[in-house]
């Protein structure tokens, strides 16, 4: 039982990780980024390469693949995805799509399609139990630590955006960006930063995920709709929504296919249809129907 | 005023004319597979996406409703004729109808999702409808075969007449027949007072709504007749192959029917016929030269899609101007 609460809350924060981007993303520009996957797959792959070609350590890739992906993010930002926050939703879905397309062939093209392996250091493969019987709480070593680093990343996170200036600027160009560029605020900027930030983030999400999501040339097809169900069950107008969203949506998906495995996904997506129904706007928002 | 009327009622009308090169895009189709007989399993196929793609144009273009699941009527179709044919009677007509109206009635139930919410919402939960689908077909494995797909489908004759043939020219005129009959009535829908409303509604709602337009209600039919029409397309593609596999279902085939609109043109039919017909040639071309990496062309053509402005597309003289 214990357990399984356990997996899903691991499960949870790391899709919290990879989706927030997506989620700021969204909420700031409105801009519907389907190709939020392959920011995480890169950083995916980044790490697999990091290990295997240059034998750089694990806990060293994962700052890497995080800046690597940022400035990779904050490249297309400021080059393809610009002219796009002006354009309707369709052509921001078109746009989006192509590129994810993109990024899966080509991964396949220069890797292959197999299937990639994360070689975890020693120190992170144990399990630890604690209690017996229905209260047994079995602990990957792995899923603590993935636990821990999400967590803190959640708190800095919510910190740089309730405390300091870059956050009260953010959260003032989410609110009303033209309003915020009359008051000097270089809103371009702010979101560039954020931007990268925010793929960065998913960078790091897939290098983390690697081991338990899984990584082979399809991972952002697959990932993309759980990702935007965190962001629309979440809610865009703050971190907190996305992070219970997330946390649901892990323990329903772990406990789901534990418990009724031959409903398989089918739980997950009934539920965000179900909840989209009720609030369209998702289930932690302010904001009325718009 | 009685002649302002008049004038604006000419206006509509002339809109709503036929124009001779519309006769000679039908004659040329149906003379397809006499023309080029060898490829006439190619003329069905883009016969069917193209009306695949024109039930997406009824919502897209017509009524602006962002939808990344329209496979799941198209599948839902599919495999309803398959199934009909194979555990009830093989009779295709019979097959096509009932598929067509089971898709009606799961585009009613399927519509209450569209109506509330913003784009992203409406994106979810199509999205997440045709999933729902894809998921139901593969564990019921016992009714669809699962991942195997449903094998063993056999046809009967087409209206007692005419057998499917192996070089597909029966299939080809008989889906070719099928799309004319529904483009026909959706040609009548979309230049009908009520075609008028929808568009009414896809550029302004409030207005819309403000005007007196029963938005929810015109919502809810013609996402109906949208998801019958895409189950027609789907139940053809079923019974013109004889095989229904959980591919019909799949993200890949909403976004590629995306595509070809796009390609094509959204509020405008004939945009579904001519993109459908680029999309697949170009596959058949692309994909003869570099047969894994066709997703890789499918998204750069996208990609420079967007960048370069859909309007467009077809006028390259407006390419490298100012942008308006």
């Known amino acids: ?256 296919k534990y418990f009724i495995p031959k409903m398989g996904a089918f739980t997950v997506y009934l539920l965000m249809i179900a909840i989209l129904l009720w609030r369209p706007q998702g289930l932690f928002t302010r904001k009325g129907g718009r | 005023m009685q002649n302002a009327a008049k004038d604006f009622q000419a206006a509509l009308l002339h809109k709503a004319r036929w124009r001779p090169w519309e006769f000679a895009v039908w004659l040329v189709a149906f003379a397809l597979p006499l023309l080029v007989p060898s490829h006439s399993l190619m003329v069905n196929e883009i016969a069917i996406v193209a009306l695949f793609a024109m039930s997406l144009d009824l919502i897209l273009g017509y009524a602006g409703i962002v939808s990344l699941g329209h496979a799941a009527f198209f599948g839902f179709g599919a495999y309803a004729a398959a199934l009909f044919a194979k555990l009830v009677m093989p009779d295709p007509t019979v097959g096509l109808a009932v598929a067509t109206l089971l898709s009606a009635a799961l585009g009613a139930v399927a519509s209450v999702t569209i109506l509330r919410g913003s784009d992203l919402t409406r994106l979810m939960v199509t999205l997440g409808t045709a999933l729902l689908l894809l998921e139901l077909a593969n564990k019921l494995d016992w009714l669809t075969g699962g991942a195997d797909g449903l094998q063993g489908v056999v046809m009967g004759p087409v209206l007692g007449l005419f057998e499917f043939d192996l070089f597909g020219r029966t299939a080809a005129w008989y889906s070719l027949s099928v799309v004319l009959i529904l483009f026909l009535l959706m040609r009548r829908i979309v230049h009908s007072p009520f075609g008028a409303t929808l568009k009414a509604i896809r550029d302004n709602r409030l207005r819309a709504m403000a005007i007196g337009i029963p938005v929810a209600s015109r919502l809810v039919t013609i996402y109906t007749l949208a998801a019958a029409v895409a189950g027609a397309a789907g139940a053809l593609l079923a019974q013109t192959t004889g095989f229904a596999s959980l591919d019909v279902l799949a993200f890949d085939r909403s976004a590629d029917v995306l595509l070809m609109l796009v390609i094509g043109g959204v509020g405008w039919l004939y945009g579904g016929i001519a993109g459908a017909l680029v999309f697949k040639l170009l596959q058949d071309w692309l994909s003869a030269v570099t047969p894994q990496y066709w997703m890789f062309w499918i998204g750069l053509i996208l990609v420079l899609l967007v960048l370069v402005g859909r309007d467009r597309l077809f006028k390259p003289w407006t390419w490298f101007g100012r942008r308006a």
């Not at chain 1, 809350?9 to 519907?32: K, P, Q, R, S």
């Not at chain 1, 609110?175 to 605020?185: C, E």
């Open chain 1, 1 to 256: 039982m214990l357990t399984i609460l356990f997996d899903g809350i691991a499960y949870g924060m790391l899709l919290f990780v990879l989706a927030v981007g997506l989620a700021v993303t969204l909420g700031l520009m409105n801009f519907i980024n389907l190709a939020h996957g392959a920011f995480a797959m890169a950083g995916g792959y980044l790490t697999v390469f990091a290990m295997q070609k240059l034998g750089l350590p694990f806990l060293a890739c994962l700052p890497l693949a995080f800046i690597v992906v940022g400035l990779a993010g904050a490249l297309l930002e400021r080059t393809l995805y610009r002219p796009m926050y002006a354009k309707p939703h369709l052509d921001q879905v078109l746009f989006s799509i192509g590129l994810a397309f993109m990024a899966v062939a080509s991964i396949d093209y220069f890797v292959g399609s197999s299937q990639q392996n994360v070689q975890l250091p020693e120190w992170l493969r144990g399990r630890t139990e604690i209690g017996d019987g229905a209260l047994l709480l079995g602990m990957g070593h792995y899923r603590i630590f993935i636990i821990a680093v999400c967590a803190v990343l959640t708190v800095v996170l919510q910190l740089i955006l309730s405390k300091t200036r870059f956050g009260s600027r953010l959260r003032a160009a989410v609110d009303d960006p033209r309003v915020a560029a009359g008051l000097g605020i270089n809103v371009n900027v702010v979101f560039l930063a954020t931007f990268a930030v925010g793929s960065g983030l998913a960078g790091l999400g897939g290098a983390l995920g690697a081991e338990i999501l899984g990584l082979d040339p399809t991972f952002p097809l697959k990932y993309m709709i759980y990702f935007l169900i965190v962001v629309s069950v979440g809610g865009t107008s703050s971190i907190t929504g996305p992070l219970a969203a997330a946390l649901l949506l892990g323990i329903a998906d772990v406990a789901g």
